[in-house]
């Protein structure tokens, strides 16, 4: 199936923890994102990448850290968790015409 | 500050009627406005886009009217059905740029 998934779909942790979340798309895509949701569904781009290279980074801790290996691959790791982090974490990807194809998502709960 | 608001936060429409959700933006550099729809537990999915050279675009049951004077957009969701019910998202973007601003969302719920 084409499509961008993501890993894992939930994932609980406790405070202060590091965690990452997977993202691969075999959409053929150039851009890739990461995109933040909270609990009053407000979506907000955090990161996005073109052919591995950063091209948005939004006013985003610096314990959020996105690694691109290559163009079909985009991983979010996360330093020392905050009770705030929880939202679900949303990748996606585009191509030029800007239509952006997003994963199922990534419920992060911190506790 | 909001560069998209939408409105309303939530919509109930019985089966069968219209369904209208608002956007208006700020920025007039804007020029790509996509809607997206949202299932519990799914990621927003692309309904339809319009871009400012046309002023409505339809996809079956769903237009897009679009008012560039007024820097406003609306999505119409024709025969409304109890599986359209769904969080529906406007957003828009700037030329050379793949960020897209999104509206904070419309929760619709049809009822047959």
């Known amino acids: 199936d084409t499509a961008v998934s993501q890993t894992p779909k939930y994932l609980v942790t406790q405070m202060g923890n590091d965690k990452s979340i997977k993202c691969e798309q075999n959409l053929g895509h150039d851009t890739m994102y990461w995109y933040k949701q909270d609990s009053k569904k407000f979506l907000k781009i955090m990161f996005s990448?073109?052919?591995?290279?950063?091209?948005i980074n939004e006013t985003v801790p610096n314990r959020f850290s996105p690694k691109s290996p290559d163009k079909a691959h985009l991983n979010l790791h996360i330093n020392s968790l905050e009770l705030g982090d929880s939202a679900v974490y949303f990748c996606a990807s585009s191509h030029r015409d800007r239509d952006a194809f997003f994963g199922q998502g990534t419920r992060l709960t911190v506790v | 500050q909001q560069q998209v608001k939408q409105s309303p936060q939530s919509l109930i429409v019985q089966k069968g009627g219209i369904s209208i959700i608002n956007c208006a933006y700020e920025?007039?550099?804007?020029?790509?406005f996509p809607w997206y729809q949202q299932f519990p537990g799914k990621g927003p999915a692309l309904l339809i886009a319009?871009?400012?050279?046309?002023s409505e675009k339809k996809e079956g049951r769903f237009t897009i009217s679009f008012n560039k004077s007024a820097k406003q957009f609306s999505l119409h969701i024709m025969d409304s059905q109890p599986g359209d019910s769904a969080t529906y998202f406007c957003?828009?973007?700037?030329?050379?740029?793949?960020?897209?601003?999104f509206g904070t969302g419309t929760r619709l719920q049809v009822f047959p």
């Open positions: 920025n007039t550099a804007f020029d790509y």
């Open positions: 990448y073109n052919n591995k290279e950063l091209i």
């Open positions: 319009i871009r400012p050279d046309v």
């Open positions: 957003a828009a973007s700037w030329p050379n740029t793949d960020k897209l601003i």
